[in-house]
Nanobody, 123 residues
């Protein structure tokens, strides 16, 4: 059965850090482009980062550039999102998603989705 599972969310103070994990089972994640999306209360779902399935090309939204880092560990069939210098505006449910084709900021381009993990940034 194809499945993606996010983990690593939680409560953190402004300026703190979290590392999110996206673990795949039932398929090989290394042949997929993997994107991270988030949705805050009252906001549209936002594509924030993606790592490609070919040359490892990486993309970041302006809202997270310089603070977040996406990476792969193919041996663990997992993609990570390291989040530093967190702000209250980063509070959202974070989702990972896989595409067999390419990275895209559009959620409709992705075939598989996790159920999300809550990140709350508050003092």
């Amino acid at each position: 059965q194809v499945q993606l599972v996010e983990s690593g969310g939680g409560l953190v103070q402004p300026g703190g850090s979290l590392r999110l994990s996206c673990a795949a089972s039932g398929f090989s994640l290394d042949v997929y482009a993997v994107g991270w999306f988030r949705q805050a209360p009252g906001k549209e779902r936002e594509g924030i980062s993606c790592i490609s399935n070919t040359y490892g090309t990486i993309y970041y939204a302006d809202s997270v550039k310089g603070r977040f880092t996406i990476s792969r560990d193919n041996a663990k069939n997992t993609v990570y999102l390291q989040m530093n210098s967190l702000k209250p505006e980063d509070t959202a449910v974070y989702y990972c998603a896989g595409s067999r084709i390419w990275c895209s900021p559009r959620s409709t381009e992705y075939d598989h989705w996790g159920q999300g993990t809550q990140v709350t940034v508050s003092s």
